[in-house]
């Protein structure tokens, strides 16, 4: 498993961005995947994570109504919608894979982790 996470950027805040992670492995379709984030200074925290065939998903309470994951198992990629941004969101994202194929919100669940992609809200 090699994830590659794209589509962080600069963005006021109201705007959207989409990240992708692209798995380079031939395994996908088998892991459960999730968004993490951290803040410079604050822990790492979930974001929201989503079964092996997309049909369970979950979010952390301060993006519900905000945040869209959706996987594309024939691409390999798991996206993550984020509209309504606010400067809170200002984070490194990171996407991980999990041999556990449901949606987990612990990070200690996920086994392989991406380089991460820097999101950025102004206000």
């Known amino acids: 498993v090699q994830l590659q996470a794209s589509g962080g950027g600069l963005v006021q805040a109201g705007a959207s961005l989409r990240l992708s992670c692209a798995d380079s492995?031939?395994?996908?379709?088998?892991?459960?995947m999730g968004w993490f984030r951290q803040a410079p200074g604050k822990e790492r925290e979930f974001v929201a994570a989503?079964?092996?065939?997309?049909?369970?998903?979950r979010y952390a309470d301060s993006v519900k109504e905000r945040f869209t994951i959706s996987r594309d198992n024939a691409k390999n990629t798991v996206y993550l919608q984020m509209n309504s941004l606010k400067p809170e969101d200002t984070a490194v994202y990171h996407c991980?894979?999990?041999?556990?194929?449901?949606?987990?919100?612990?990070?200690?669940?996920?086994?392989?982790w991406g380089q991460g992609t820097q999101v950025t809200v102004s206000s």
């Open positions: 492995g031939r395994s996908f379709g088998s892991y459960g």
């Open positions: 989503i079964s092996w065939s997309g049909g369970i998903t």
């Open positions: 991980a894979a999990s041999t556990f194929q449901f949606a987990s919100v612990l990070s200690t669940r996920y086994d392989y």
